[in-house]
């Protein structure tokens, strides 16, 4: 198989990512297979030209020692890979090379398989100078989204460990993933390998003597590894009287900081900085050493512990999900929470005797041993050749059509199943779907969940062209219509705001304005707004911004509704206009206001013909039932439930002629 690995660092640099890709590199040259690797080259150039190695130029980042910032465009690179013929690109960062990569495999045909190895979400504060906390929000959306991105648009997905797996599945990625540890070269790591002579140079060259325990900490000098915490560690170190030492191996851009930091606690002969120093030359570093420490709990998988392991060194680590399989207590290392049980925890290795030293140095090879680099190549060929199998069956884009606000894509399977799917234009632009593109079953499944966002998305915007919406209303339809899951509602409410489709504030401010136009009271404003989910405060501030006066509406309902109101009896009359005021909307001070406000006098000078009217409509109704005084009474009684006077009331039954008297 012919495979290109993609990666923004690889030797000489020295760190996690580097390393993983050499040894990956090495094992599948080991197996036959023929590997390019497609890299930055560093500031400082290489040694030795290695035909096999593509180096990209670019601009080192000098708060990300040993990384270089490329272009993710590189044409004469591109012709070049185009030339090697690969089979699979491998990539091991998600920017500048990782985008090249990606750009490579959709071009060229061929399937991609990504290694998420750096939790960007703990590097924010290199973007974030002036640590400010929206910033720092912003900055872990953005890596959250981006990740999803990159996730999404590969073949296969490796995660070097369960805790980085988590990471990619909070962040939203749906594909398969698979956790693969990056391999070691044990037999490389082995203390055998490295002569005691070498190992007595390296201890006499930081003045380390043989009776004083030597502790080392190998990787990048930065502010994600937490250095800082160890060297507070090493003050207590000392206060204790303890005969030991901190050796830092590596270089990037906290050095002068932390030597700094070193000076100011007069650490200067107690912690040590040994500067970068070549790959070849690691394993005897660890060799030199007692044991390994590290703070950092940014890891994704902790490679250069495994390196200590397999130097036969116990670990001292602050408690990490990636370090459970690694880290056991009093028999593989120890955990400390802070800089003061560091020294406590050192003190406690220190008191251990001889043979509990050997039997812990004994139980750290054999906890190295399942990272075997030849177990990390069967389980990377796994993922090879499934990538390679399922991008084979992929589906491929065949015509494309514009559909209103969205995109009919038209695909092909390789058994000629043809099926089509609505996607969205920031999917579509996003993704660079065009003719000949190959999506994979996943992706396809993912895409037709989408779709019934899609669909119920256009449906909402029918819904809104005939009437405007509330937010509640637009949500409430959705939940009640669709089967679309919260998170993809959520999303479709958001974009409707963002594009105006739905706005409250403006739906409130023509609600309220329509309701007073139609002499609506605020009280049932209020109560129609909240039920369509408008806030009270907003109904309120957008009221408050209304110069139509309450009392004013109010008076004109009232002399509006006031000549409908017949054939009652004043106080009947008053009784009922104060319930309509009421039911719409008016409260009970601006109601009296109104009631004191208006002239009855004329109804008063009709209450007698009005009864008239009542008492003889009544004997009408019941003398088909009553007769004589039992009528008379029924009659009597209705005149008084509508609220006419008990004298008037007699007066007109006395007028008026009776049956069976």
Partial sequence: ?????????????INGVASSVHILREQLIKNGHTVYVITTKPEGGVDDEDPYVIRLSGIELKKLYGYVLTSPIHISAYNRIKECNLDLVHAHTEFSVGIFARIVAKLQGLPLVSTYHTTYED???????????????????????????????????????????????????????????????????????????????IRSDFNVKDDEVLVTFVGRIAQEKSIDFVIDGFSYVKKMGLPCKLLIVGSGPDVEILQEQAKKLGLEDTVLFAGKKPAKDIP????????????????????????????????????????????????????FKTPEELALKIKEYM??????????????????????????????????????????????????KPKNDFIQIYLDSPNSESIKILVSLERYFNCGYRKGFKLTHEEIASLQKEEEGVKAYQSCMRKITVKDRTRKEIYDWLTQNTKCEIYVINKIVEKLEEHGFINDLKYTKNAVYTMKLTLTGENKIVRTLKKKGIPVDMIEEVMSENDDSELSNACKWAEKIKPTIKEKSVKMKKKILR????IQGFNESVISDVMSSISFSEDERQEIDNLRKVAAKAKKRYERKYSGFKLRNTVYRYCATMGFEMEDIYVILDEMEWKDE
Avoid at 1 to 13: A, Q, V
Avoid at 579 to 582: D, H, T, V
């Fill in 123 to 201: 590097y924010t504060h290199y973007v974030n100078i002036i640590h400010s906390d929206a910033i720092d929000k912003i900055a872990k959306r953005a890596v959250a989204s981006l990740s999803r991105l990159y996730g999404d648009s590969s073949t296969e997905m490796i995660a070097p460990s369960q805790k980085t797996k988590d990471m990619l599945i909070r962040y939203g990625i749906t594909k398969s993933i698979y956790v693969v540890p990056t391999g070691l070269d044990l037999d490389r790591f082995n203390p055998k390998n490295t002569s005691k002579d070498i190992a007595k140079r």
């Fill in 351 to 400: 008191d251990l005797s001889d043979e509990a030293k050997k039997q812990m140095a004994v139980r750290a090879l054999t906890k190295a041993k399942p990272y075997d680099s030849q177990e990390f190549y069967r389980k990377i060929m796994h993922v090879y050749e499934s990538a390679i199998a399922n991008y084979s069956n992929m589906y491929v884009i065949e015509q494309i």
């Fill in 284 to 335: 005897s570093f660890y060799h030199a050493s007692d044991c390994f420490v590290s703070a950092s709990i940014t890891e994704t998988q902790g490679m250069t512990y495994v390196e200590a392991l397999a130097s036969g060194l116990p670990l001292f680590a602050r408690p990490d999900d990636v370090l459970e399989e690694l880290v056991v207590e009093g028999e593989t290392g120890f955990y």
């Fill in 579 to 582: 319930e309509k005021l009421m």
């Fill in 1 to 13: 198989m012919r495979i290109g690995l993609f990666s923004d660092t690889y030797l000489p640099e």
